[in-house]
C-alpha cells in the first residue's frame, strides 16, 4: 500500500540566514524560532528510543537537532508532502550517526527488521494537513497492534508494580441486584446536548448510571443533581487523576472500576474496586484465580466503552449512550468543553509539554486537592453498599499475585521488553 502523498501548488521558499522556511498560501509553515519548534519534542520522544517513525520531516532542521540530542540509532521518513523532499535530503546529508531511510509504502516498511519503534508525527503536519497524517496513521495501525505503542505500555507497566506495592487488592466480583438498565456517560462533546435532551424524556433514577472518568468534571459542576452509581478509569496517564479528583466534592463515596494499569492514586480518592482484562499479565492472574469469580472484561476496541458494552452483555443489561458522539460542525474536537481536553487542543506554537504532563499539571494544582477527605473502612470484607447497590468483590493479597507473576515468568517470553521488565521489579 503506498504511503498517501500530496504536491503543493501554493508553495514558496523564505531565507533568513542559514535557516529556511515553507510559505504555505499565505502562511508560515514553522515557528520563526526553529529552537522552541524543536523543544516542543523534548517531553514526547523518549531518551530510550532506538528506532523512530518520523511523520513529516518539514525543512529537515527537526532531522539535525535528534541527531545532536537523543541516541537514535534509525530514523525511518515518511512524507507525504513532496515539495519538501528536496530540502530535507540536504539536511540528511549533514547527518553521519543516524541511518535514515525513506519509507514509500508500508510493505516497504515490513521488510526492515525492527524490534521496536516509536512513531512521532510532526507537530506542523497535526495543523496543515490533518487529514493525509490519519490516513497514514490508519495504515500503519492497521499493520502494527498499538498494544506496541512504547510510551502507553511503561506507565501500564509503572502502574501495574506500584498497585502490586499494596497488602491487598479489591476485585470487583459483581453486584446486586443486577441493573437492568445501564445509563454511560462519554466525554464527547455532545455529552451536555445529550444530557439536556435526555432529561426531558427520562428519569435517570430508573438507570444505573456509568460515568467514564473524563465526564465526571461535567456532571459535577453543571448537573450535580445526576447520581452517579459508578465510574470506570482505566486510563493508565496522568489525566484520569485529575478528573476522578472531583468525586472530592461529593458527599457520598462513588466506587471506582479499574484495572492493575490504572493509576496507582485512585484508592485515595475514592473506593477502587478491579478487574481484569485480556493484557498478557491479567491473562496470568485470571488463570491462577479462576475460581474466585472476578470480574473480567474483554474490550476489542480497546476504550472504555468497549468495556461497558461488555459488561452490559455479561449482566443482559440494556444499555444507554451519553456524550458518545462527534458534531459534523467541529471536527477538530473530539471531548465536551469543561473536560481539559478542550483546553489542551488549542494551538500553541510554544507549547513543550505533553498532554498528560498538561493533565499532572492541572490536577496538583487543583484547589480541592488541599481537601484530604479520609474514606471509611470497609469492616465487612466481602460487600460493600452503595445506595441502592451492594457490590460483591474477592480480597486477594498482592504477594500470592507476584508469587503467581514470578512462577509464570516464562509465558511473558513471547511479549515486549517492558512486560519482561515488571518480572524484575517485582522480584
Known amino acids: 500500500m503506498l504511503i498517501p502523498g500530496i504536491y503543493l501548488q501554493d508553495f514558496y521558499i523564505y531565507k533568513k540566514g542559514k535557516s529556511s522556511n515553507f510559505i504555505i498560501g499565505r502562511n508560515f509553515f514553522h515557528s520563526q524560532n526553529p529552537a522552541n519548534e524543536n523543544l516542543r519534542l523534548k517531553n514526547i520522544i523518549s531518551e530510550n528510543i532506538k528506532n523512530l517513525i518520523l511523520i513529516g520531516v518539514g525543512n529537515g532542521s527537526l532531522l539535525e537537532y535528534i541527531s545532536q540530542h537523543y541516541s537514535i540509532k534509525k530514523i525511518y521518513l515518511i512524507e507525504p508532502v513532496q515539495n519538501f523532499i528536496p530540502f530535507q535530503l540536504e539536511e540528511i546529508k549533514k547527518i553521519t550517526n543516524i541511518e535514515i531511510n525513506y519509507i514509500k509504502s508500508i510493505e516497504e516498511f515490513l521488510h526492515y527488521e525492527i524490534e521496536r519503534f516509536y512513531i512521532l508525527i510532526h507537530p506542523q503536519y497535526k495543523r496543515f494537513f490533518p487529514y493525509i497524517v490519519s490516513l497514514i496513521q490508519s495504515f500503519l495501525f492497521t499493520e502494527f497492534d498499538k498494544k506496541t505503542y512504547y510510551k502507553h505500555l511503561n506507565f501500564i507497566i509503572n502502574n501495574y508494580y506500584q498497585n502490586l506495592l499494596k497488602d491487598k487488592i479489591q476485585f470487583f466480583s459483581y453486584i446486586e441486584p443486577i441493573p437492568s438498565q445501564i445509563l454511560f456517560f462519554g466525554g464527547g462533546e455532545t455529552l451536555i446536548n445529550d444530557i439536556k435532551e435526555f432529561k426531558n424524556k427520562y428519569n435517570f433514577e430508573d438507570f444505573f448510571i456509568i460515568s467514564s472518568d473524563t465526564a465526571i468534571p461535567i456532571l459535577t459542576y453543571l448537573f450535580p443533581d445526576i447520581k452517579i452509581n459508578l465510574v470506570i478509569s482505566t486510563d493508565p496517564n496522568y489525566s484520569t487523576l485529575f478528573h476522578i479528583n472531583y468525586l472530592k466534592s461529593k458527599k457520598n463515596i462513588i466506587p471506582i472500576l479499574s484495572w492493575l494499569g490504572g493509576r496507582k492514586e485512585i484508592p485515595k480518592i475514592s473506593h477502587c474496586y478491579y478487574f ?43 444499555l444507554f449512550f451519553l456524550g458518545c458522539g462527534i458534531q459534523k460542525t467541529n471536527l477538530k474536537q473530539f471531548y465536551s468543553k469543561g473536560t481539559g481536553y478542550d483546553f489542551y487542543q488549542i494551538l500553541k506554537q510554544k507549547r513543550i509539554s505533553s ?19 479520609k474514606l471509611p473502612e470497609i469492616k465487612n470484607k466481602i460487600i460493600k453498599s452503595y445506595d441502592k447497590f451492594t457490590i460483591h468483590f474477592q480480597e486477594i493479597s498482592t504477594s500470592e499475585i507476584i508469587q503467581t507473576l514470578i512462577q509464570n515468568f516464562y509465558k511473558l517470553n513471547q511479549y515486549s521488553y517492558e512486560l519482561k521488565r515488571l518480572y524484575h521489579l517485582l522480584k
Open 276 to 318: 481484569l482484562t485480556s493484557f498478557p499479565i491479567d491473562q496470568i492472574i485470571e488463570y491462577k484465580f479462576q475460581n474466585q469469580k472476578i470480574l473480567s472484561l474483554e474490550n476489542p476496541t480497546r476504550d472504555v466503552l468497549g468495556y461497558i458494552m461488555n459488561l452490559a452483555e455479561k449482566w443482559n443489561s440494556s
Open 355 to 373: 498532554a498528560e504532563n498538561y493533565h499532572y499539571y492541572l490536577f496538583k494544582n487543583q484547589y480541592y486537592k488541599i481537601q484530604n477527605r
